[in-house]
DNA sequence: GGGTTTTGGTTAACCGGTTAACATACGTTT
DNA sequence: AAACGTATGTTAACCGGTTAACCAAAACCC
């Protein structure tokens, strides 16, 4: 009795068979209120719960859902961890799902994929009931994805291939346009936009299309030479792009950036050349992750609710898994202007 | 052709019996070396790979590891995400356990448990293959999981059922020291000690052992006014301690934390109230997380590497896994004193 | 050349659930 | 009273692997 009860032990001590266990269990409408009140007691009595391994190989359902993080080509195969380790962004979006999985008995695997058939395999092995693709991919990972019968949700993605699977996005080129239009109303004229490559990353692109639209919404010009790219969104990567700026000597006073991180790492490394944020130049990140507040100066930023995000997310998984024919949905998350220190009136010299 | 051949299908394409095709599989020497070339093609012809969950139920081997985290009493359930939220910590040591499963085929769930019955469920449904505890856990649940049968890795635990298991740990006292001893050699000598519930937390306890045995050293008294607990970490709870601090006139000037969250926090509402770090006060923080050379001021801080303990945790649990009668091991990861801005020399007045 | 290993392979039960198909008893309908 | 549903179970095959037990042929031994 040491091991953990079976199925058939159960059914064994309730005098019935297993499939009538098995039932009782599953809510089929079978059994009758007596037998049904047996075999509960004789659950309760050997502390019997299921196995999910089984159930996962009999029912092709895990109660596992996969989170896909992206992996550029040039990146180890390891690389998801280093990622994880350093975007706070994907931290918080994992929290949210996970959240909304456990209350419904799933667990959460996280990978990150290189290419597609990796992908397919995963999800294969594992018996994964929905995956959540978190960033950019490949558009031609979406292809092989949608034929493997499962459900998907795609965050912040804007391809055309989003017809076919739910989405959750927030209003990127509105968050674009409140970051450059809080700099131009504070006074800014000169404006850098800070993003990974645009080429790669449509929400990026979105953004900066916002960005444009306050610009010339304001008379102002939208200088390429100011427009700066970096392929990964670290800390280190925001420090290299603030001397870059600072090397150039480039004229601008106001940087939006597309993440707090880029924005805390271009801080630090001002401050360190004796420039004064938001004295010299003033600064909005993207994301208000939980640090935002807390770094000096602190951060004004465009504020999304990551972690709602992920909660919104697993939401739109679980309701696709429990029913096929659901409708796709696209859920657009609020965003917002958080002013804090990072940002000031330009005094006219 | 469509469904993913099973090794049935292998076995049929091969010309042999599904058991000859799992024997070349796990490497069983029992083929000649035709025929297993003759698997091996019908295996990359047919685009076979072994469904887990199946392996799981046959071998009782998920492939998969259990990261447990701590839940206090009065956390509700879903506790576990806002811990993970927070708490940049966890993070960094789940990417290095992530890190080395996935080079082993392990995929890593994530879990936070209030009763070891519930712990213990979780890992029969899922057939775990091993458990990471990460944290402070009711020393009960230790009793319960030693009958598990599988390899456990304790992280940061001193208690003497320790004996028991693996464990991966710092020097937490030589860290106290180290953390201490830095400020009194810059002339501090009203040092406060800022952690988490002593009783509760045999890591801070013995932090707070070596940060007593520097000021004994140095001839300075132990101040229990200056001792200050928290329930969790967070900034928000670094800031609370900040104020009372001031609320309560406090005549200290230098702070050993056992958190950079912590710290942080603290730093945040010194300035807030128009004090300065580390003019004010010189803070030292504990662990060296990635934000924490990012701050302002940037923190001076007891370096741990929690990726390498992730990584280190982890390789633990697969040699475990791998033979059974492994000698328990434990191993003491290094700590470090990271000098950066938030301490300086105090200045006689 | 007959007996014994060794080599290389197959058969079939098993892991712990699920579920389609079948069986029986009982109440209803006509 | 025959025919037919309906309610309540059971049987047994199945999910996709693993592995103990068995077997035939070849190799080895004197």
Redo the contacts between chains.
């Keep these: 009795m040491t091991n953990?009860p079976t199925i058939r032990d159960v059914a064994k001590h309730a005098n019935v068979s297993p499939a009538t266990v098995s039932y009782v269990l599953n809510g089929v409408k079978k059994v009758s209120d007596k037998t049904k009140i047996r075999v509960l007691e004789a659950i309760e009595q050997l502390g019997y719960?299921?196995?999910?391994?089984?159930v996962?190989?009999s029912k092709r359902k895990?109660n596992l859902i996969g989170i896909m993080l992206p992996l550029t080509d040039d990146m180890p195969?390891?690389a998801?961890?280093?990622v994880?380790?350093?975007n706070?962004y994907y931290?918080?979006f994992?929290?949210?799902v996970?959240?909304v999985a456990?209350?419904q008995q799933f667990?959460?695997?996280?990978?990150g994929v290189a290419d597609q058939e990796e992908c397919r395999?995963w999800v294969?092995?594992?018996?994964l009931d929905g995956l959540i693709f978190l960033g950019i991919f490949p558009k031609s990972i979406f292809e092989q994805m949608s034929k493997l019968g499962i459900p998907i949700v795609l965050i912040d993605t804007y391809e055309e291939y989003t017809k076919l699977f739910n989405n959750v996005q927030i209003d990127d080129e509105l968050g674009g346009y409140l970051a450059a239009n809080h700099l131009i109303k504070l006074g800014h004229k000169n404006i850098a936009f800070v993003s990974t490559n645009l080429n790669l990353s449509p929400v990026d692109t979105k953004r900066f299309t916002g960005f444009k639209k306050a610009l010339n919404e304001a008379g102002l010009e939208v200088n390429n030479h100011l427009l700066f790219e970096t392929r990964e969104i670290t800390?280190e990567n925001g420090m290299e792009i603030a001397e870059k700026i600072l090397n150039e000597n480039k004229e601008l006073t106001g940087i939006v950036t597309v993440s707090d991180i880029l924005a805390?790492?271009m801080?630090?490394a001002f401050?360190y050349h004796q420039k004064h944020v938001p004295n010299d130049f003033s600064i909005v990140g993207f994301d208000d992750l939980?640090?935002s507040?807390?770094?000096?100066?602190?951060l004004t930023t465009i504020k999304q609710d990551i972690?709602k995000k992920g909660e919104k997310a697993a939401e739109l998984l679980m309701n696709n898994i429990g029913d096929q024919g659901v409708e796709r949905q696209i859920i657009e998350l609020p965003v917002q202007l958080v002013v804090r220190e990072s940002t000031k009136k330009i005094v006219s010299n």
Excluded: V
């Design positions: 953990k719960y299921p196995d999910f391994t089984a996962s190989l895990s195969d390891n998801t961890a280093s994880l380790k350093n706070l931290n918080e994992i929290s949210g996970e959240m456990r209350e667990d959460t695997l996280l990978t395999k294969k092995k594992r018996n800390f805390i790492g801080i630090k401050q939980s640090i507040q807390f770094t000096t100066p602190s972690f």
